[in-house]
C-alpha cells in the first residue's frame, strides 16, 4: 500500500523561494551589479575626500598666512599709533611744566603785589591821619555856629557882631578883636550851613562851648535859639561845636546813628576828638576809627 507524504512547510518555503529566484534571476544579478556599482563608487568617494581634504589644508594655510600680515600689519600700526601718542604725551607733559613754571610765577609776582599793596594801605592809613591831625591842630580855636538863620546882610562884621551878642548872652563876653576869622559855609543845599569862627586862642573857643553847655543845662525849657540874639523870625535853636576835620565829622555822625540805635547816653565831643557814653556807670569811651564801633557789641 503506497503511501503519499506532504513535505514539511519549511522544505517548501525554500522551495518556493528557489522558484522566486529562478523566477526573477535577471533582477538579482542587477541588483548584485548594483552593489558592486556601489562599492566602486564608495572607494572613488574616498579618493575624491582625501584630495578635497588636501585641497582644503593649503586653503587653510593660505588663510594663517594672510591673518599672519593682516596681524602684523595692525600690529604695526598699534606700534605707530603708541609711539605717536608717546609723543604727544612728551609734547603735553612739557607744555604743563612750563605753564607750571608761568604759574608759578604769577603765585609769586601776586605774593609781591599783594605785600605791596599791604604796605601802601599801611602808608595810605599812616598818611590820612597825618592829615587829620594836621586838620585837627588847625581847627583847635575854631567853633562852628550852627542853624543860625540867614541874615538880612551878612558880612565878617554883622557875623562877628552876632558872635559878641551870644557870648554875652551865655555869660562869656567876646571881643571882636578875639575873632581872627569869621565866615558862613557856601552850601549848595537848601538846609542852613555852619558858621565857622576862628579865635585867636583855644581857651576862647572851649569857654564860648562850655557856657553854651551851661546855658542850656540852667534853661531847659529855654535853650540857646534865634530869639536870644533878636533875630526876626520864628525862634530856632543854636548849636555851639567844635570845627571838626572831615574824618572826627564822619565819626561824630556815626557815632551818634550808633547812641540812638542801641540807646546809650550820650555823644559828644572835645578838642576835636569824638567822645560816646553807653551807660551812666561806664566811663566815656573815645571813638578813633569807624572800626571801634563795630567791637563794641561784638
Known amino acids: 500500500m503506497s503511501m503519499k507524504r506532504t513535505p514539511p512547510k519549511a ?28 562599492e566602486n563608487s564608495q572607494y572613488y568617494s ?12 593649503t586653503e587653510l594655510k593660505e588663510m594663517l598666512m594672510d591673518l599672519k600680515l593682516q596681524q602684523n600689519e595692525k600690529f604695526s600700526s598699534f606700534q605707530n599709533d603708541i609711539l605717536s601718542i608717546g609723543q604727544q604725551y612728551s ?34 592809613h599812616m598818611l ?39 557870648s554875652e548872652v551865655i555869660n562869656q ?9 569869621i565866615y558862613r559855609v557856601k552850601s549848595q543845599s537848601q538846609k542852613i550851613s555852619p558858621i565857622i569862627v576862628e579865635f585867636i586862642n583855644v581857651c576862647t573857643k572851649e569857654n564860648m562851648i562850655r557856657s553854651a553847655i ?3 543845662k540852667c534853661n531847659k525849657e529855654h535853650k540857646l535859639n534865634s ?30 546813628e550808633f547812641a540812638r540805635k542801641h540807646g546809650c547816653v ?17 566811663p566815656p569811651i573815645r571813638i578813633k576809627h569807624e572800626e571801634d564801633l563795630e567791637k563794641l557789641f561784638k
Open 11 to 38: 522544505m517548501k518555503k525554500i522551495h518556493d523561494n528557489m522558484s522566486n529566484v529562478d523566477q526573477y534571476s535577471d533582477t538579482a544579478s542587477d541588483i548584485l551589479l548594483s552593489d558592486k556599482d556601489t
Open 266 to 282: 550820650g555823644c559828644w565831643t572835645s578838642y576835636g576828638k569824638v567822645y560816646l557814653k553807653i551807660k551812666e556807670d561806664m
Open 173 to 181: 563876653p567876646v571881643q571882636v578883636n578875639q575873632i581872627r576869622d
Open 214 to 216: 551851661s546855658y542850656n
Open 91 to 124: 609734547e603735553i607733559q612739557k607744555s604743563l611744566e612750563f605753564m607750571s613754571a608761568k604759574y608759578d610765577d604769577v603765585l609769586v609776582k601776586l605774593d609781591k603785589v599783594q605785600q605791596e599793596n599791604k604796605d601802601y594801605k599801611t602808608r595810605i
Open 46 to 57: 574616498r579618493r575624491n575626500k582625501r584630495k578635497h581634504g588636501d585641497t582644503s589644508l
Open 128 to 166: 590820612e591821619n597825618k592829615i587829620d591831625l594836621l586838620e585837627c591842630s588847625s581847627r583847635t580855636a575854631t567853633m562852628e555856629l550852627r542853624n543860625l538863620p540867614l541874615l538880612k546882610t551878612e558880612n565878617k562884621t554883622t557875623l562877628s557882631a552876632i558872635v559878641c551878642k551870644l
Open 227 to 256: 530869639s536870644n540874639l533878636l533875630i526876626d523870625g520864628p525862634p530856632r535853636p543854636i548849636y555851639l561845636t567844635d570845627s571838626l576835620s572831615s574824618k572826627n565829622r564822619r565819626l561824630y555822625f556815626l557815632s551818634r
